[in-house]
């Protein structure tokens, strides 16, 4: 947790100065992208909210979704923007980050191996990524998934 609160502040030091809010939809990271938001002081100030939604039964009772958008599946770029739209939505926030993978020790059922993730974040634009780490260590990539998130977000803020 250590390593992404030094990520974290970046990306707070600008919603803050900006007066702009955030949400988190994760899902492989297991709230680390969250934690690492909510471990600053004055947090309230840019977190609105966000959730682990880790399997079907989450997504249709936090992200309201009953069914996926024809041809898509989780753990996609595709998938992380739709879920980063639906929170942002959902929360009235001015920027959402949504996380979905598979970390380890094995891949996931969609055929995607240990250490895939795909993040997307949005707010005045929208940008999606897929990191894989070649690994199967599931803490790891919990922490790398994570670090790339708040760093996908911290450059978007500074662009915008």
Known sequence: M???IP?????AALLKSRHETICVAESSTGGLISAALLALP???AYFLGGAVVYTHTARRALMDMQEMPSGMRASTEAYALHAARLARQRFSAN???AET?????TGNRYGDA???SCIAVIGLSERAITIETGSSDRVANMRAFSAAALDLLEKMLAAA
């Open 2 to 4: 250590q390593d992404l």
């Open 42 to 44: 004055g947090a309230s």
């Open 114 to 116: 240990a250490g895939h």
């Open 95 to 97: 920027w959402a980050i």
């Open 101 to 105: 993978g598979a970390t380890g020790p």
């Open 7 to 11: 990520r974290a502040e970046k990306a």
